[in-house]
C-alpha cells in the first residue's frame, strides 16, 4: 500500500510517496508528490533516500564494548538497557544528575525531541542537555526572538516568495542544500531580482547570471558590514518607510547612529564590495514591488552571527517588509526537523511550547502536564559548545547519551571533542549505523529509520508534518520512544511514558498549550483525517483555531506588540600574516547531507563526491605552486586535512573553501574553533584561518563510509 510521507534529509520536507517493493533492490519505491514546497519535485538525495532503509551495515541488535579486547560486540536488549541504567543511576549517585548529560539532534520527530527533554530533567534530572540545533540556527533564533518575540524561521509560506520581484538571500547555497526551492526564486530571478551574497560563486550565485539579478561577494565575515551599509544607504536613499516604523517598532534611532558611519566607499574598504554593486542593492530592495531577505547558515554561522542576523532584519523592518503580505524577512531552516526540535525542550534553556526554562509560571505550566512539583525541573543547562568541552573532565560530564547527532563529524575543533568522548565513562549513542560518533560509544541502540516509524516533523515554514510507516523496521531495532521509556522506568522517574507516537503528540500539544509554539490544537488524527498536506496546520495552532500560516500580519510577539530594532556593531577582525594564510569557509554539496553519516552510505551519491576538494582559486592555487587536482594538506594549529585541489575562478583568492561532510583526515571541523557567540552561543564555522600547501604524498583514494572516512 502507498503511504504519503516526506523527505527525510532537509527542513523543505519535500512531499513523496512510499510504495513497498519486495522485489526490488530497496525496500520501498520513492516519488515524488505534489506539496507546496516542492510541487511533486525530490533532489537526488531524496530520489535516493530509500536506498538508506536496506543499507549495508545497518545496525539490527544492540552493542555493547568488551572492555577486555575493546571491540563492540552485539548484545539483547535486557543486557544494554540494565548496563545504561545501572551505570546512569551510579554516575548520578557519586557524582550528581548534571554528570550525566544528553545530546540531541534536529533530525528527531517532534516526538522524539519531546520525549527527550522529558527524559533528561525527570528520568535523569540532568540540567546539562542540547542539541545539534545549536550548530545550525542558534543565531538567527537568538535575533528572531529579540526582533519579534517569536522564532519561527519563515512567518509566512514558501509559496509567498514566488511572487516577489526582488529576494536577498545571504549566505545560503539552495541550489545545492535544497534544490526545490530555487522554484520560488523564478519570479524574482525573471524580473533581475535576486541577490545572492556568498564569498563564492555558488550554484545559487550562477543563478545571477544572464540578467537574473546581482551576486554580492565579500570578504569571509564582513557580512554584518554590508548590512550595516545598506541600511545606511537607505536612509541616505530616502526610502524609509516612516509611517510603518512609528506604528509597528521601537529602536529605530539607535539604529539609525549605529549605520551613519557606514557610507559606501567605507564599507567597500572593509569588505571588498563595490560602493556602486551595494547602491545598486540598496536600490534594488527598495523599489522592489514585492521584496523578501532570508538569510542562512552562511551569515549565521560566526561569533557575531546574532548581530549579523539581527541587521538583516533591521533592513527589512526600515524597508516595512515584516509582517506584510507580498514581503517579509525569514530565515531558512536546515536540518529536516531543525524547526520543532527547538521548540519542544532539547535546548539547554526551554521548555515545551518554546517556553523559558528559567520563569517559574512556564515551568509550572510543563510541570502540571508532568504531573510533578515544578522545583524536580532543572534549571537551564549549558549551550552545546560548552558542554561538549565538558566531557571527562574532574567535576564535569562522566556520561553521554547521543540522540541523532554525529558530534565527532559536525562539531567545532572536533579533535577536542573526540577527546572528551574517549574520556567519558560511558557513552551511548542511539543510531541506525554505525556513525564516527557511534564507533567510539560503549552501548550502541539501534533505532527506527524514517520510513518505519510514525511521528511529526515542522518544517522551514512552521509548518507541522506528519511522517507515516511504510514498512516494519528490523525485528531487534527499537524506536528511541520505547527506549526512553524503559531506561525511565528503569531509573524509577516520575510522570507517565507514552510510547505510542499519537499519545505522546497529545503530551506535547497539551505541554505547549498557552506557549510560543502552541501544537494544542493538533492531533495526528486531526492531521491524518481533517488536513491535507497543502493545508495551513502552522503554529501557533492553539486549540480551536485554524492555524497561523502568516505571522505577524497584526502584531509582533513582544508585549507591546512592536517589533524592536537592535543596534549593532562590527566587531574588528583579524587577519593572519603567514605566508600562503587564507581564510577557510565551509559549507554542503549538492549529493551530500549534513555529516554525511547517510549519504556517504549511498553509492550513486558517494561515487558523485567520494572525498573532500578545496576549492581554490586559480591565482591562490599558482602562487601556491598547486594545481588542479593536486593533493593539499589544510592546516591551522588545531590540525590538518587531506584533500584535493579543486580550482575555480568562483573563489575569491583570499579564501578556501572545504564541504563538513566528510570523516577522519578530511573532515573540515578539525581546523573550527569553538569560539562562539556570545548571545546565541553559536561556533565561528564560516571564517578559519589555514594554510594551504601541496602534499608531498597523494590524498587517499576514496572516503568511504566507515569511521576512516
Not at 503554529?539 to 502568516?550: D, K, L, M, V
Request: glycine content about 12%.
Amino acid at each position: 500500500m502507498t503511504a504519503p510521507s516526506h523527505c527525510p534529509y532537509c527542513a523543505l520536507q519535500c512531499a513523496m510517496t512510499l510504495t513497498p517493493s519486495p522485489a526490488g533492490p530497496d525496500p520501498v519505491e520513492v516519488a515524488g508528490r505534489m506539496f507546496p514546497t516542492n510541487r511533486g519535485g525530490l533532489c537526488k538525495k531524496g530520489w535516493t533516500s530509500a536506498e538508506l532503509l536496506a543499507t549495508p551495515g545497518r545496525l539490527t541488535t544492540p552493542l555493547i564494548r568488551d572492555h577486555k579486547d575493546g571491540e563492540l560486540r552485539p548484545a539483547g536488549w535486557e543486557e544494554a538497557l540494565t548496563l545504561v541504567a545501572d551505570r546512569l543511576a551510579g554516575i548520578r549517585r557519586e557524582d550528581g544528575a548534571d554528570a550525566v548529560a544528553v545530546f540531541g539532534g534536529g533530525g528527531l520527530t517532534n516526538e522524539k525531541a519531546y520525549l527527550l527533554g522529558k527524559f533528561a530533567r525527570l528520568a535523569l534530572g540532568t540540567s546539562r542537555i542540547d542539541y545539534n540545533g545549536r550548530f545550525c540556527m542558534a543565531s538567527a533564533a537568538a535575533a528572531g526572538n529579540r526582533a519579534f518575540g517569536v522564532d519561527r524561521g519563515m512567518p509566512f509560506p514558501v509559496s509567498d516568495l514566488d511572487d516577489a520581484d526582488t529576494i536577498l538571500l545571504l549566505g545560503s547555497n539552495v541550489a545545492a542544500t535544497m534544490p526545490p526551492f530555487i522554484g520560488h526564486l523564478a519570479g524574482a530571478r525573471a524580473a533581475g531580482g535576486l541577490i545572492v551574497m556568498d564569498p563564492r560563486r555558488s550554484q545559487t550565485a550562477q543563478l545571477t547570471a544572464d540578467g537574473g539579478g546581482i551576486h554580492v561577494q565579500p570578504a569571509p565575515g564582513t557580512d554584518l558590514v554590508v548590512l550595516l551599509g545598506l541600511t545606511h544607504l537607505v536612509l541616505a536613499q530616502g526610502h524609509v518607510d516612516t509611517a510603518y516604523l512609528e506604528a509597528r517598532t521601537t529602536g529605530f534611532d539607535a539604529v539609525r547612529r549605529s549605520v551613519a558611519s557606514w557610507w559606501p566607499e567605507r564599507v567597500q574598504e572593509h569588505t571588498g564590495v563595490p560602493a556602486a554593486q551595494l547602491r545598486e542593492v540598496a536600490t534594488r530592495l527598495a523599489r522592489g514591488r514585492g521584496a523578501y531577505i532570508l538569510t542562512g547558515r552562511g551569515v549565521e554561522q560566526h561569533v557575531d552571527g546574532t548581530d549579523t542576523a539581527t541587521a538583516a532584519i533591521n533592513l527589512a523592518l526600515v524597508l516595512g517588509l515584516v509582517g506584510r503580505p507580498g514581503s517579509g524577512y525569514g530565515t531558512l531552516t536546515g536540518q529536516g526537523n531543525g524547526q520543532g526540535g527547538r521548540e519542544h525542550g532539547q535546548k539547554c534553556d526551554q521548555l515545551p511550547g518554546y517556553r523559558t526554562i528559567a520563569d517559574p509560571s512556564h515551568r509550572a505550566a510543563v510541570a502540571a502536564v508532568w504531573g510533578v512539583d515544578p522545583e524536580t525541573i532543572p534549571g537551564p543547562g549549558v549551550p552545546a559548545v560548552e558542554l561538549l568541552g565538558m566531557l571527562g573532565r574532574p567535576g564535569g560530564v562522566r556520561a553521554l547519551l547521543v540522540h541523532g547527532s554525529n558530534v565527532v563529524v559536525s562539531g567545532p575543533d572536533v579533535g577536542a571533542i573526540r577527546s572528551g568522548l574517549e574520556a567519558l565513562d560511558l557513552l551511548v549513542v542511539c543510531d541506525f549505523v554505525l556513525s564516527e560518533t557511534a564507533e567510539l560509544a560503549d552501548v550502541v541502540l539501534p533505532v527506527t529509520q524514517w520510513a518505519e516509524e510514525e511521528g511529526t516533523m515542522t518544517n522551514l515554514e512552521g509548518r507541522i508534518l506528519r511522517r507515516r510507516r511504510a514498512l516494519d523496521p528490523p525485528a531487534e531495532v527499537r524506536s528511541e520512544l520505547d527506549i526512553l521509556a524503559d531506561l525511565a522506568l528503569r531509573l524509577d522517574a516520575p510522570s507517565i511514558w507514552p510510547t505510542d507516537p499519537a499519545d505522546v503528540f497529545d503530551e506535547l500539544a497539551r505541554a505547549s498549550a498557552g506557549g510560543i509554539a502552541d501544537y494544542s490544537g493538533l492531533s495526528h488524527a486531526l492531521l491524518d483525517a481533517q488536513l491535507a498536506d497543502d493545508q495551513a496546520a502552522h503554529w501557533p495552532y492553539p486549540a480551536g483555531s485554524g492555524g497561523t500560516p502568516r505571522l505577524f500580519l497584526d502584531r509582533f510577539g513582544h508585549a507591546d506588540g512592536r517589533a524592536r530594532l537592535v543596534a549593532v556593531r562590527a566587531r574588528e577582525l583579524t587577519t593572519g600574516s603567514g605566508a600562503g594564510e587564507l581564510t577557510l569557509i565551509t559549507g554542503r554539496l549538492l549529493e551530500h547531507y549534513q555529516s554525511g553519516a547517510q549519504t556517504r552510505r549511498v553509492p550513486e551519491l558517494l561515487t558523485a563526491q567520494p572525498r573532500v576538494r578545496a576549492e581554490l582559486h586559480p591565482a591562490t592555487a599558482a602562487r601556491l605552486g598547486i594545481g588542479d587536482g593536486d593533493p593539499v594538506h589544510v592546516r591551522n594549529a588545531r590540525g590538518a586535512v587531506e584533500a584535493t585541489a579543486l580550482l575555480t575562478d568562483g573563489m575569491r583568492i583570499d579564501t578556501v573553501f572545504l564541504p563538513f561532510h566528510f570523516a577522519g583526515t578530511q573532515c573540515a571541523n578539525l581546523l573550527t574553533e569553538s569560539a562562539v557567540d556570545p548571545v546565541s552561543a553559536m561556533p565561528e564555522f564560516k571564517r578559519t584561518a589555514v594554510t594551504v600547501e601541496r602534499a608531498q604524498q597523494p590524498a587517499a583514494v576514496g572516503a568511504g563510509a566507515g569511521g576512516a572516512a
